[in-house]
């Protein structure tokens, strides 16, 4: 059985992107100042205009127009070709007072502190065994043409060309197993004066030869690079931005579900990141110990709960148990509390805007992608096997 799975990824000064990078930044900045900052920021990138919008709560006030300037500059843009317009508030006493003090604290002495979810909802964590990563390989390989890409723009490996840019991948696959390339899609800003036959054939050599060295393209793979021709306007100029309009590209590219909730420019008690970076440790661990192949795993939360009110495993045929003993396995073996999350993975520090670019995950620098013996033998003892 063939088919073909494709996913993209952009770069650093995509519209939407840069809105992500600007948005992390203020959290990072927030969090330099007050680890315990509540932020849930959202940015909005047009021609000439950033707008920065939400709630923060923190101890300490943060430059928000100088943190944007920066993200600006670093993303390839000219801060001074934007006006920065700010309308931020504090978070709602109602919601902070959920989050403050969970529920089952309240219904008992409330003598203990225990967090609240942030909000309600279902998050979902993916692995697959098809790559070291443990990301689906359409979406690991479109991440690093548009890293590259970054590099060869800021470097100048490739000159004459900016910051705003695309790429897609389509593998092919047989019976389950990645065995071809099957199309690559690069499209990339670049100036006035670039010659186009020029761009492509950079592109090709500088970009997608690395990019595909450890899963070569081959006679029949289609390239195509700019398609729709010149790309000379990109941006915010030519497209609005908004926060949290690339969460395929965020985690898994379209090949797992998603449960809806953005995560750049919101801190850690907001389970809809927090949440997600665990089950996305959850489902790596397992495929890691060998107990599956491909794993999701889908943790819900009530807001002002700790305790989540569901949690579900599907190995999709793949596994070595059943579902529903992995479902039951999980609780027990991990901390699936908002508290526990943040303290376990290190979610009060500023390094969120690492995340921003290239997926959430993958990265081994974050503490969410480590894989441990440790989770393994728990999960062998709960299961009674041998992993």
Known sequence: MRNHLTSESVCQGHPDKLCDYIADSILDACLSVDAYSRVACEVMATKGRIIVAGEITSRSRINVRETVRTALAESGYNPKDFTISVFLHNQSSDIAGGVDTALEVRDADGSKEELGAGDQGTVYGYATDETPTCIPLPLELSHRICSILDKCRKNGTIMGIRSDGKAQVSVEYEDGIPVRVAAVIVSVQHDRDKNLDSLKAEIIEKVLEPAFIHFPLDARTRILINPSGRFVEGGPAADTGLTGRKIMVDTYGGLALHGGGAFSGKDP??????????ARMIAKNIVSAGLAKRCGV???YAIGKAEPVAVNVHTFATGRVDDARLAEAVPRV??????????ELGLRIPMYNLTSNYGHFGNALFAWEQVSELYANMLEKELGINC
């Open 334 to 343: 991990f901390n699936l509390k908002p508290k526990d999350i943040i303290e």
């Open 269 to 278: 008690t907001k389970v809809d990141r927090s949440g997600a970076y665990m």
């Open 298 to 300: 889908s943790i819900s």
